[in-house]
């Protein structure tokens, strides 16, 4: 790829629409996933006791109530994945694709007028 389509994709308002969009999202994400597990260890750091109690409402429980709760940071983590890979397959994929058009197109009107120099 040559710099004057480098620079045509880097200029693309589509291009730098995607860039600062999924910048965002995963900032986004990003951050709730740091704060839940941040909040969690923090809890096991300074509130080991409150974590330690056993589940309410089962009978004769074992399972301390932090087990429920990690796993729901687990499944938090899921979730965020979830959401990234809609928003890559719905919207990133659709801008994606406009932009390699439009390389495409602009590849191929550049270098149209070389075809009658080849031998």
Known sequence: MDDKTVDMILNNPTFLDLVRRRRKLTVTLTFLMLAAYGLFLTGIAFFPDI?????????????????????????????????????????????????????????????????????
Do not use: M, W
């Open 51 to 119: 974590l330690a109690i056993p589940v309410p409402y089962l009978t004769y429980s074992v399972i301390p109530i932090g087990i429920p709760i990690a796993i729901g940071v687990i499944c938090f983590a899921f979730v965020l994945t979830g959401i990234y890979v809609v928003s890559a397959n719905r919207d990133f994929d659709t801008q994606t694709q406009i932009i390699k058009q439009a390389t495409y197109d602009y590849q191929r009107l550049s270098h149209s007028g070389d075809e009658g120099s080849r031998p």
